[in-house]
């Protein structure tokens, strides 16, 4: 999709701190990271949010979930992590490209929201 910043991640027109690629995802480091470890994991089909799930992409979602448990350990994540999707604006999503938030590396808030 043209003017979405994830997808010119994927497409290497906008550089990232790549943590782990293959041909249907990547793992990046955040920007703005709000832990000691925070990256993102994308897949790199455009899907909009975890709304425009459905039968026909939901594999690339469990796909992810596959992978978490390797990016985490590859991060040193060993004593627990927390895995956030944000979907629309009352989720605060700013970047209308799925993606999950891989956080740890401390002990994270209690609450949610
Ligand atoms: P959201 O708020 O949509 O759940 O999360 C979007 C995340 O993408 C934010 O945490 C933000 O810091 C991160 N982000 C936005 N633009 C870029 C970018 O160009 N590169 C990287 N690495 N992260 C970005
Ligand atoms: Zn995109």
């Not at 943590?19 to 897949?43: G, M, R, S, T, W």
């Not at 629309?88 to 401390?106: E, N, S, Y």
């Amino acid at each position: 999709m043209t003017d979405c910043i994830f997808c010119k991640i994927v497409d290497g027109s906008i550089p990232s701190k790549k943590v782990y690629e293959d041909d249907k995802i990547i793992c990046f480091y955040d920007l703005n990271p709000q832990a000691p470890v925070h990256v993102l994991i994308v897949p790199k089909e455009h899907i909009c949010c975890a709304d425009a799930i459905n039968e026909d992409n939901a594999d690339i979602i469990a796909y992810i979930f596959t992978k978490i448990p390797e990016i985490a350990k590859t991060l040193g994540l060993s004593n627990g992590y927390r895995i956030i999707n944000n979907c629309g604006d009352d989720a605060c999503q700013t970047v209308k490209h799925i993606h999950f938030h891989v956080l740890g590396g401390k002990q994270l808030a209690g609450q949610m929201a």
